[in-house]
């Protein structure tokens, strides 16, 4: 991880505080991206059918023949069990 931080990224001293400004390009890029394209962001609720959204929005980008296309940027907050002591 080091070598990947200081050689690959640049950064002058490798900690775990990179990882986060990685992380926030990263987002700010995918944002960025979806906004120049059109495509819509939906932040789901945790009782949402995330695929019920988004079965209109896949269904009309294979009817106008986007086989591989984005049609949505979903945003949801999912709860994860960790082990504490």
Avoid: T
Wanted: charged share 25%; proline share 5%.
């Amino acid at each position: 991880m080091c070598n990947f931080l200081h050689h690959q990224r640049g950064f002058p001293i490798p900690s775990s505080a990179a990882f986060g400004k990685i992380g926030d390009a990263y987002v700010k890029d995918i944002h960025r991206y979806v906004e120049a394209q059109g495509v819509p962001v939906v932040h789901f609720e945790r009782s949402d059918k995330k695929e019920e959204i988004a079965r209109p929005l896949i269904e009309a980008a294979a009817r106008e023949g986007g086989m591989a296309k984005v049609v949505l940027l979903g945003i949801a907050q999912e709860k994860a069990s960790a082990w504490c002591s």
